[in-house]
């Protein structure tokens, strides 16, 4: 999932550089046109309605049964497929604030209420989380590492957290920036879904595969889950190019994964350099930084957008800018070097959450106990 805040200004400069959408800086397979040929061929035809090769794919790629896939166009609308699933017209959404601005907007337009628990040093208040659940909770949002401060929760203390949510809640697990994270530094989602029959985990091809602009992610669940949700999925609402790509990607994995490498080296190195000028950085684990500017936070965006650098407020909060290609993030230094941090700001010191590459997607484990089926 991406965005988060307030979007800033456009800038005056006649090419900005747009750090405001979590995007890769560039296609991660150049010759990807060559896949996606025999799709375009065919535009008078309707695509797979539910995706099955890709599905399989997925399943081959994460070491679970395909029955256990359900792919959608992007994380963002199988999320909201489950919210309205679980909450239709009634009921209580737990998440993060601040967090990804999509959340409340599907918890609103199902009709449910998004109950919203403040972040603690930038990371979930997972204490505080659980006991905000009521009898009218009817599904919970964890997004690990989260959007908008790249932080993760701890693989013990999030598996924990999973397993003391009551049964008749449905937890969703959004993992869309995994592969930027060192995969030792929190939970696997796709290990942890065969044992909690409540949980569903959301990725997607838009971060780390640089496939945004197709729109296709997929949801890891128990099997009884997915049967209901593809029960509930608009058909053919991923297209035959979408597919073609997403296969594509999962194919080359390595390959399609190397600019994702390239990301995190330059986060490293933009961490390094705003925390030389003075500059408080919250360390991330994925496509984007997280600066704690408070009040300061839209007057540096706006000031951003001046110099053509777009970067993402939230009001009061702070401002997320994604880590972009070498040319944009010197520019954002160049910058940074010539202001100072608003009065008051205080370091945002915090584990280091450098990474090794992961694996091209999750590699599930084996089932542990078994739960009772989530409450519809």
């Known amino acids: 999932m991406t965005e988060t805040g307030a979007p800033a200004p456009a800038g005056h400069g006649h090419h900005p550089h747009r750090l405001s959408h979590n995007e ?26 539910y995706a099955g090769e890709l599905a399989e794919a997925v399943a081959r790629a994460c070491a679970v049964p395909a029955g256990d896939i359900v792919v959608g166009p992007g994380s963002a609308a199988l999320l909201q497929l489950v919210v309205q699933w679980v909450a239709p017209g009634h009921g209580e959404v737990i998440h993060a604030r ?55 929760a701890a693989a013990a203390d999030l598996a924990a957290f999973l397993r003391a949510v009551p049964e008749r ?28 029959p409540n949980l569903v985990v959301l990725r997607s091809f838009s971060k780390a595969y640089g496939l945004a602009g197709l729109r296709v992610g997929y949801a890891l669940t128990h099997p009884d889950t997915a049967r209901t949700l593809l029960g509930r999925l608009l058909p053919f609402s991923v297209s035959s190019v979408a597919q073609a790509a997403a296969r594509a990607a999962l194919a080359r994995g390595p ?19 705003l925390r030389e000028q003075g500059w408080p950085v919250v360390p991330s684990a994925a496509n984007f930084l997280w600066l704690p500017l408070g009040t300061g936070a839209e007057p540096f965006a706006e000031a951003a957008a001046r110099h053509g650098l777009l970067v993402r407020a939230v009001p009061g909060e702070g401002v997320r800018t994604t880590v972009g290609g070498a040319a944009a993030n010197d520019a954002l230094l160049r910058f940074t070097a010539g202001r100072r941090p608003p009065t008051g700001t205080a370091p945002a010191d915090g584990p280091d959450t450098r990474r090794t590459p992961a694996p091209a997607v999750g590699q599930a484990t084996g089932p542990g106990r078994a739960r009772g089926r989530p409450a519809a």
């Open 169 to 196: 809640v449905v937890v969703v697990l959004d993992e869309a920036y995994r592969e930027f994270a060192d995969p030792g530094a929190t939970a696997d989602g796709g290990a942890l879904y065969r044992d909690l």
């Open 98 to 152: 601040p967090s990804f601005d999509a959340y409340r907007l599907i918890v609103h337009c199902a009709g449910a209420r998004p109950v919203e628990v403040p972040l603690r040093d930038h990371r979930h208040d997972l204490p505080r989380m659980l006991r905000s659940i009521t009898p009218a909770t009817r599904a919970l949002i964890v997004c690990n590492p989260h959007n908008p401060t790249g932080t993760v």
């Open 255 to 273: 390959e399609a994964l190397r600019q994702a490498e390239h990301v995190v080296a330059e986060r490293d190195r933009l961490t390094a350099r």
């Open 24 to 49: 890769l800086p560039q296609t991660p397979l150049a010759d990807l046109d060559e896949a996606l040929r025999p799709a375009l061929r065919e535009p008078h035809r309707y695509p797979d309605p």
